[in-house]
Nanobody, 115 residues
Framework: VQLVESGGGLVQPGGSLRLACRAS????????MNWYRQAPGKERELVAGISSGGGSRKYADSVKGRFTISRDNVKNTVSLQMNGLKPEDTAVYYC?????????WGQGTQVTVSS
């Protein structure tokens, strides 16, 4: 199983970024996918999750209305569209899935929101 995130960077408050996670090594279309983030000195937290078919999504209260999770089961990709970014969104963002009883994580992509 391999998860590779991309799309992070430096953005001003109020700006937007779109993160992508390309998955391989498992049946992506059958796996629930999550985005987590970890800010310096803080616990890793769940940001958003999406069911295998994309019909069910969940979000942390802190990002509701600003972030949108989506997936493409043909391209084996899960994305996180982040709008209205705030300095408190600064963190390393990870995609995650559970498959065959194991927990898999990508290497993370840094998002920095600063003027």
């Amino acid at each position: 199983v391999q998860l590779v995130e991309s799309g992070g960077g430096l953005v001003q408050p109020g700006g937007s970024l779109r993160l992508a996670c390309r998955a391989s090594g498992f049946t992506f279309s059958r796996s629930y996918m999550n985005w987590y983030r970890q800010a310096p000195g803080k616990e890793r937290e769940l940001v958003a999750g999406i069911s295998s078919g994309g019909g069910s999504r969940k979000y942390a209260d802190s990002v509701k209305g600003r972030f949108t999770i989506s997936r493409d089961n043909v391209k084996n990709t899960v994305s996180l569209q982040m709008n209205g970014l705030k300095p408190e969104d600064t963190a390393v963002y990870y995609c995650e899935t559970k498959w065959s009883g194991n927990d898999y994580w990508g290497q993370g992509t840094q998002v920095t929101v600063s003027s």
